[in-house]
């Protein structure tokens, strides 16, 4: 009787720990995406800040050749184990690299040199909106909870953006692009293979969008010359390769693979209230009532998208 009751006790205990579980991943994928969020906002300041002592296509390979730098030692012998299986699968990761490195934040520095730091924020906003729309295509059902979620969040940024009469400039049409290239990219994500490691895969995407950038940075510095080194210059692009592009890029992968990416796509509507806030305190760009008003829509569709049951 004792040996027949052993196997029943090897089967409840098991049951027991699996439905306690899936709370702890949530809640990580949540703080990950948070922790990006915040860390991106910095970054559209910086390239705000940037304009106009670095070429946009500069800015964004030195943030890259930083980024490698400090990804390497944790990341490089990693790729190389799995080199077999990248290999197998370059044209995902080649996309990944195109999207989310070479393309994605070069339109972001083009569009600081033209647009405020705050309407870039907002206009990123859009991202989640085509985040959630791949996630419907692929077959997932978002629940009503976190459509009204999201689209009380980007009703907040609309108003922002029209509320305060600004006229669109082309750094919004290239913020616009910048958006969809980002939406894009981490749709994509959620089709990452099975097996390939997520610092593996931060390198490789760091390493092919660096290199597909060269031939755009040997333009830049013909045409446009190169930079002066100074505090002013170095220390922003420091921020941005060590914090934005290492530090920011694997919570935000690590949290789309935890909770997918509409839901963290919710959380990413964050961002218009926290650049508009540092480009408030750092740059002195004017912010108001109504962009307070707006920005609480925000953070309340943030609160109901994000907090969706699966």
């Known amino acids: 009787m004792a040996t027949a009751a052993r196997p029943d006790a090897t089967r409840i205990t098991p049951r027991r720990t699996t439905e306690a579980r899936p709370a ?15 860390v991106w906002s910095g970054s559209f300041v910086t390239s705000r800040a ?25 990341g490089a012998r990693r790729a190389w184990r799995q080199r077999a299986l990248i290999r197998r699968h370059l044209g995902f990761v080649l996309l ?12 972001v520095n083009q569009a600081g040199v033209t647009t405020p730091a705050a309407n870039m924020g907002m206009i990123m906003a859009a991202s989640p909106v085509l985040m959630a729309g791949y996630e419907r295509a692929g077959g997932v059902r978002l629940g009503g909870r976190r459509i009204a ?57 760091f390493l092919f969008g660096t290199v597909l950038l060269l031939p755009a940075q040997g333009v830049s510095l013909a045409v446009q010359g190169g930079f002066r080194p100074t505090a002013g210059t170095v220390w922003p692009l420091l921020y941005v390769g060590v914090a934005s592009s290492a530090v920011a890029f694997f919570a935000w992968n690590k949290a789309i693979s935890l909770i997918g990416p ?44 994000a907090g969706a049951r699966r």
């Open 50 to 74: 940037l304009g106009d002592s670095v070429p946009p296509v500069q800015h964004a390979f030195w943030r890259w050749v930083v980024a490698l730098a400090v990804v390497a030692p944790f």
């Open 24 to 38: 702890a991943p949530v809640a990580l994928g949540l703080a990950l995406a948070v922790l990006a969020t915040l």
């Open 262 to 305: 509409s839901r963290a796509g919710a959380v990413y509507y964050l961002q218009p209230v926290c650049v508009a806030l540092l480009s408030w305190a750092l740059l002195a760009e004017p912010t108001g009532w109504t962009q307070a008003g707006c920005m609480a829509l925000i953070l309340g569709g943030v609160v109901l998208g």
């Open 96 to 107: 990944a690299s195109l999207l989310g490195v070479t393309v994605y934040n070069t339109l």
């Open 149 to 205: 979620g999201l689209a009380v969040a980007c009703g907040g940024v609309l108003l922002l953006v029209g509320g305060d009469g600004a006229s669109f400039s082309a750094g919004d049409l290239w913020m616009i692009a910048a958006a969809c290239c980002f939406g894009s990219y981490s749709a994509l994500l959620r089709r990452r293979p099975a097996g390939l490691d997520g610092t593996g895969f931060l390198f490789t995407t």
